[in-house]
């Protein structure tokens, strides 16, 4: 659930930075297993209650959004400073409220949306949007009193002010469940290249270590010559060495692999290596297509 909700709140930074124009981070309060009276009872009023239908079912999770959070989101898009912290006056959500905020709540929905697709694997999303908004929490009926939900808080920092407020995610887990094997069916339909196992060994490959070695210059000399080195002499390099350096990956019992060649030059007072040639594309093909069919 955590590498779900962490999904979600990509989701929103990115729509969410878009939407009011300023940078917006995401920070996970919480994340438990709740009655859904419990919840209701720990709601403020007024209230600012997006219900999500999730799939074409009608009330099956509700965002209830702080007014804290729903005052910044108006302020912004009615053009509103992002490095301006406006005193909040506490007051009735009206129309512009809902309309404004309604992309947020979608946007919340889409994120956890998104982050089950990544959990199990598929491509399909389940759509999950805002129909309305409720003000009552005992208007907020999305299931009976004593059954379980999910319930998701998460804090965001908008702007240069760091203006702040809360969003908590509800969602019974009758909706979870009835999601949840929808999403089996699909992945049950994928290629073998989806399966855990195949996603793990391309994440093993992928991060697998690889030293590269970077040689100005190579030359064979006899056992004499090396004998008479000592300090202070010189081994002299071709003319061209800088512009002609070998790029080399050293691999356990095997010999030395030439990448391809480079350049040495600087960057940012460090001394960096401009490739002048594309990998070799012996040793990186077969990884390029284990890369390619996973992603099919």
Same mark, same amino acid.
């Given at each position: 659930m955590n590498d779900i909700v962490t999904e979600l709140i990509k989701a929103v930074e990115k729509k969410a930075r878009a939407y009011l124009g300023t940078i917006v981070e995401g920070m996970i309060l919480e994340i438990e297993t709740k009655s859904f009276s419990e919840v209701l009872d720990g709601m403020s009023m007024p209230a600012m209650i997006g219900i999500v239908e999730v799939e074409g079912v009608d009330r099956a999770a509700f965002v209830n959004l702080d007014m804290d959070l729903v005052f910044h989101v108006v302020d912004l898009r009615m053009g509103g400073s992002p490095s301006e912290l406006p005193e909040f006056a506490a007051r009735r959500p009206t129309g512009i409220d809902n309309a404004m905020c309604a992309p947020l709540v979608d946007m919340i929905a889409e994120g956890f949306s998104r982050g089950l697709n990544a959990a199990f694997g598929?491509?399909?999303?389940? =759509?999950? &949007?805002?129909?309305?908004?409720?003000?009552? =929490?005992?208007?907020?009926?999305?299931? %009976?009193? &004593?059954?379980?939900?999910?319930?998701?808080?998460?804090?965001?920092d908008i702007g240069e002010a760091a203006r702040s407020g809360d969003f908590e995610f509800v969602l019974p887990f009758s909706a979870l469940d009835l999601m949840a094997t929808r999403l089996k069916k699909s992945s049950s339909h994928t290629s073998n290249s989806r399966d855990a196992w195949a996603a793990h060994m391309l994440d093993v490959v992928l991060e697998t270590p690889l030293d590269i070695q970077p040689v100005l210059h190579s030359a064979i000399y006899s056992v004499a010559d090396v004998?008479?080195?000592?300090?202070?002499?010189?081994?002299?390099?071709?003319?061209?060495?800088?512009?002609?350096?070998?790029?080399?990956?050293?691999? %356990?019992?095997?010999?030395?692999?030439?990448?391809?060649?480079?350049?040495?030059?600087?960057?940012? &007072?460090?001394?960096?290596?401009?490739?002048?040639?594309?990998?070799?594309?012996?040793?990186?093909?077969p990884l390029r297509s284990m890369v390619s069919a996973a992603e099919r």
């Open positions: 598929v491509d399909e999303e389940i =759509p999950m &949007r805002c129909t309305n908004f409720e003000h009552m =929490p005992m208007s907020a009926n999305i299931a %009976p009193e &004593r059954s379980d939900v999910l319930s998701v808080k998460v804090s965001l004998s008479d080195l000592e300090v202070g002499g010189m081994i002299i390099l071709d003319e061209d060495a800088q512009h002609n350096v070998q790029v080399q990956v050293d691999l %356990p019992d095997e010999p030395l692999l030439v990448l391809g060649s480079a350049r040495l030059g600087s960057l940012k &007072r460090n001394k960096a290596l401009k490739m002048l040639s594309e990998p070799d594309p012996e040793f990186f093909e």
